[in-house]
């Protein structure tokens, strides 16, 4: 079963710039493309960023494009997601998954317990 741990979350001011990791286990990591998700308060799961399989493309909201900046190590099963200019819209818990297409939540698999990101003063 596969199943992913994430880390790197925090208390950031507005402005200021996390970087978010995520390690995978128990699948072969390599094969697939990936997403990190995000679920605000009150608000419905969504795809962030989604980079593929062999690192040639990737995916970023709109809200995101920009200021995040999605990479993958499959030596190392682990994705990264660079924030930067990080404002309070940002707020929320962070997954990572294995993204089944399109970057969309409802086909995403193996999440991990995610990681919480609050932006604010």
Do not use: H
């Not at 710039?17 to 969504?46: H, M, N, V």
């Not at 980079?51 to 494009?65: G, K, P």
Request: proline residues 3%; hydrophobic residues 30%; contains cysteine.
């Amino acid at each position: 079963q596969g199943k992913f741990v994430e880390s790197g979350g925090g208390l950031v001011e507005p402005g200021g710039s996390l970087r978010l990791s995520c390690t995978a286990s128990g699948f072969a990591f390599d094969q697939y493309a990936i997403g990190w998700f995000r679920q605000a308060p009150g608000k419905d799961l969504e795809g962030i960023s989604c980079i593929s399989s062999v690192n040639d493309y990737s995916y970023y909201r709109e809200s995101v494009a920009g200021r995040f900046s999605i990479s993958r190590d499959n030596s190392k099963n682990s994705v990264l997601l660079e924030m930067t200019n990080l404002k309070p819209e940002d707020t929320g818990t962070y997954y990572c998954a294995v993204d089944e297409g399109a970057c969309d939540p409802d086909g995403a698999e193996y999440w991990g317990q995610g990681t919480q990101v609050t932006v604010s003063l």
